[in-house]
């Protein structure tokens, strides 16, 4: 890795210069943080396994017309994605009552929700990452409304394909987080795009059948067996996490 540029670490990836113009590599981490980094640990091949599982997602996604942001996966823990300016928001969807929504309102987890409710957060671990009404958005000039608008609509149609794609290997997708990017269109103008990742770290993953947790969350709650649920739901999604050694 020592001959890539380094261009920022974060909590869970760290990020490299493209071989390319305008491409970043993103190399996953077992590095597992918790309560905005309070909490830290490590969960041992999940960087592979979520480096893998976003390949997956993003490849799905992209067949059904969301544009994203993803190019191609390098190695077992790398892939290579285009530059974009993330917008720093975190789209938050919700299915089911769980987490946050639960402890502020006082609600059983569980709940299923009549529709899904997509709510923001603003992108910043010194105040927390702060739930942000649209309007706060619009007015501080953090996303457009014709944005914003085009945010809603593609977080809507990932979570209609998601929750059939993780129905169908026998799991509830009860909430999720997404983050989008400006993404230049080699002329004057950009379009918005799918950024970052999809993986059990940023979304919340139920077995039908048992209720149990397959997700983040066993690590959150020292419920352990987390490395086994990550493989779980790499096993149900077909993806296969025999090490190719190409890094
Ligand atoms: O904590 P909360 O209930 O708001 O989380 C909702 C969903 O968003 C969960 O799936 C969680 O994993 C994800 N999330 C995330 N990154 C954050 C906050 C939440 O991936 N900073």
């Known amino acids: 890795?020592?001959?890539?540029?380094?261009?920022?670490?974060?909590?869970?990836?760290?990020?490299?210069?493209g071989p390319r113009a305008d491409t970043i590599i993103q190399y996953f981490k077992d590095d597992a943080t918790a309560f905005n980094n309070v909490k830290k640990g490590t969960i041992a091949g999940k960087g592979i396994i979520n480096n893998k599982i976003t390949e997956l997602v993003m490849t799905r996604l992209s067949q059904i017309g969301i544009p994203t942001h993803f190019?191609?996966?390098?190695?077992?823990?790398?892939?290579l994605v285009h530059e974009v300016d993330i917008i720093p928001l975190e789209?938050?969807?919700?299915?089911?009552?769980?987490?946050?929504?639960?402890k502020t309102f006082g609600i059983e987890e569980g709940l299923r929700l009549p529709r899904p409710i997509i709510e923001f957060s603003l992108k910043d671990d010194d105040l927390g990452d702060p739930l942000i009404?649209?309007?706060?958005?619009?007015?501080?000039?953090?996303?457009?409304?014709?944005e914003l608008i085009e945010i809603m609509e593609m977080t809507s149609k990932v979570n209609d394909f998601?929750?059939?794609?993780?129905?169908?290997?026998?799991?509830?997708?009860?909430?999720?987080k997404l983050e989008f990017g400006r993404l230049n269109d080699g002329e004057d103008g950009h379009f918005i795009v799918l950024a970052d990742e999809f993986s059990p770290d940023n979304c919340r993953?139920?077995?039908?059948e048992t209720g149990e947790k397959m997700d983040k969350d066993r690590f959150r709650r020292d419920l352990g067996g987390e490395v086994?649920?990550?493989?779980?739901?790499?096993?149900?999604?077909?993806?296969?996490l025999e090490l190719e050694d190409k890094e």
């Open 1 to 17: 890795m020592s001959d890539k540029e380094m261009l920022y670490e974060g909590k869970a990836k760290i990020l490299y210069k």
């Open 71 to 79: 190019i191609e996966r390098m190695s077992d823990r790398e892939q």
């Open 91 to 102: 789209v938050i969807v919700r299915n089911t009552v769980a987490g946050t929504m639960a």
């Open 133 to 146: 009404p649209e309007n706060h958005i619009l007015v501080l000039g953090i996303a457009k409304e014709d």
């Open 162 to 176: 998601l929750r059939g794609f993780f129905a169908g290997v026998g799991i509830e997708l009860i909430d999720f």
């Open 205 to 208: 993953l139920w077995d039908y």
């Open 228 to 240: 086994e649920a990550y493989q779980e739901v790499a096993r149900r999604l077909g993806v296969s």
